[in-house]
């Protein structure tokens, strides 16, 4: 195990046990997050939905199935980038989670930050978008630029959910993720 995987333990433990707001008392499961830290690559979405909450893993339903075909197309292996989201428990009914469950959970994700320290940042949706840059501007605006969280460049763009909503938005969020993946292979060759 490396010792980012290693340095992770202690804060999935506990999120795991974590009772701190409403979310757990319907939740199955906590999803903490998955993956590695290898290609420096986080990729954050919004909240756990019914197949993340059963499985315990982040995007593994539909829109997880999406953000894989985007991921193979892009060239981005899945297994070596590291997927969470803002909020590790799944919101009934699949609402959007509110101001208060989203801060109470914010230690965890910043926690995960800390300790992955990725060469570059992905915010699937506007709800992991505002948590890293918080602000008003619509995603139209936001994506095709490369922000920054905490001097971490980072990529917004459109979650999958919308996608399979709004099949158009699939360029767009493909030439964002490819953006991801110079950004990463950049930082690697400067770093090598
Ligand atoms: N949508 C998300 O934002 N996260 C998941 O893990 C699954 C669906």
Redesign the pocket.
């Known amino acids: 195990m490396s010792a980012v995987e290693t340095a992770l333990k202690p804060i999935a433990a506990k999120a795991a046990r974590c009772t701190a707001c409403v979310l757990a008392e319907t939740r199955t499961k906590v999803?903490f997050g998955s993956g590695s830290a290898r290609a420096g690559i986080v990729i954050i979405?919004?909240?756990?939905?019914a197949?993340?909450d059963a499985q315990g893993l982040?995007?593994?339903?539909r829109?997880?199935q999406l953000l894989d075909r985007l991921l193979t197309e892009t060239g981005i292996v899945r297994d070596d980038v590291y997927?969470c989201?803002v909020v590790k428990c799944r919101p009934p009914q699949n609402r959007d989670p509110r101001p208060e469950e989203v801060a109470t959970c914010a230690p965890f994700l910043r926690a995960q930050l800390e300790t992955l320290r990725p060469r570059v940042l992905c915010a699937?949706?506007l709800?992991a978008t505002r948590w890293l840059l918080p602000g008003k501007e619509p995603m139209a605006k936001l994506r095709g630029q490369i922000l920054e969280y905490r001097s971490i460049p980072t990529i917004a763009t459109y979650?999958?959910?919308a996608i399979l909503r709004n099949p158009r938005l699939k360029d767009n969020a493909l030439a964002d993720l490819k953006r991801v993946r110079e950004i990463a292979e950049d930082a690697a060759k400067r770093e090598a």
């Open positions: 999803v979405g919004e909240a756990p939905g197949n993340e982040p995007f593994v339903g829109s997880g997927i989201n699937l949706g709800h979650h999958p959910a």
